[in-house]
């Protein structure tokens, strides 16, 4: 599956942005897919996932309540949601699919990543 990212951008703190992830190639509703994001300080670290199966997503603890994580198979698509972004939020963030059912919230689990978009939180 190849997968390809959009929606990134340079926002206030509050301001709201979507990020989008389409995939070509294969269908999204078979893999687990994740969401995480990587900074100059530190490693690429989990955002937010949902397995194939299981299908309820998980959030990191920094973004529970302020990021949604959605899928809309009919496009091929998964979104993450950042309401309520705070400076902390700056980074590149990449959308992953995987074949693996648990233990998405390592990137190591994670087979087709897309090309990352970049994300600043500033005012």
């Known amino acids: 599956v190849q997968l390809a990212q959009s929606g990134g951008g340079t926002v206030q703190p509050g301001e709201s942005l979507r990020l989008s992830c389409v995939g070509s190639?294969?269908?999204?509703?078979?893999?687990?897919m994740g969401w995480f994001r990587q900074t100059p300080t530190k490693e690429r670290e989990f955002v937010s996932g949902?397995?194939?199966?299981?299908?309820?997503?998980t959030y990191a603890d920094s973004v529970r309540g302020r990021f949604t994580f959605s899928r809309d198979f009919t496009k091929n698509a998964v979104y993450l949601n950042l309401n309520n972004p705070k400076p902390e939020d700056t980074g590149v963030y990449y959308c992953?699919?995987?074949?693996?059912?648990?233990?998405?919230?390592?990137?190591?689990?994670?087979?087709?990543w897309g090309q990352g978009t970049q994300v600043t939180v500033s005012s």
């Open positions: 992953a699919a995987s074949r693996q059912i648990y233990g998405y919230e390592s990137s190591s689990v994670y087979d087709y």
């Open positions: 190639g294969s269908a999204l509703s078979t893999y687990t």
């Open positions: 949902a397995s194939w199966r299981l299908g309820t997503p």
